[in-house]
């Protein structure tokens, strides 16, 4: 059974840092394409950011391009978003997602298995 466990979010101000953690529990992280999706009060789900199994291949919603970047440590069962230059619109409840393979999608239906997501709250 995968569990997934966010961390690390917070209040920030604006242009601010914060680093995401997404730690996993099974055995088959380093095997699948993971994701980071946040979603805004009265808002839908939306794709941050995707990463391949390797590492080898990142994507990001057109939003935070430049300003965010995924990462994963196979070898620690963890995924990572770091994010920089925070606006107050990337306030939201940010949530890593798995796939039970290594296909990298950017819609939330095509993901297999949600942490219970972590607050970011970006003050102006």
């Known amino acids: 059974q995968v569990q997934l466990v966010e961390s690390g979010g917070g209040l920030v101000q604006a242009g601010g840092s914060l680093r995401l953690s997404c730690a996993a529990s099974g055995d088959t992280f380093s095997s699948a394409a993971m994701g980071w999706f946040r979603q805004a009060p009265g808002k839908e789900r939306v794709f941050v950011a995707a990463i391949s199994w390797s590492g080898g291949s990142t994507y990001y919603g057109d939003s935070v391009k430049g300003r965010f970047t995924i990462s994963r440590d196979n070898a620690k069962n963890t995924l990572y978003l770091q994010m920089n230059s925070l606006k107050p619109e990337d306030t939201a409840v940010y949530y890593c997602?798995?796939?039970?393979?290594?296909?990298?999608?950017?819609?939330?239906?095509?993901?297999?298995?949600w942490g219970q997501g972590t607050q970011v709250t970006v003050s102006s």
């Open positions: 997602a798995q796939k039970r393979n290594r296909a990298v999608r950017y819609t939330s239906p095509d993901y297999d298995y």
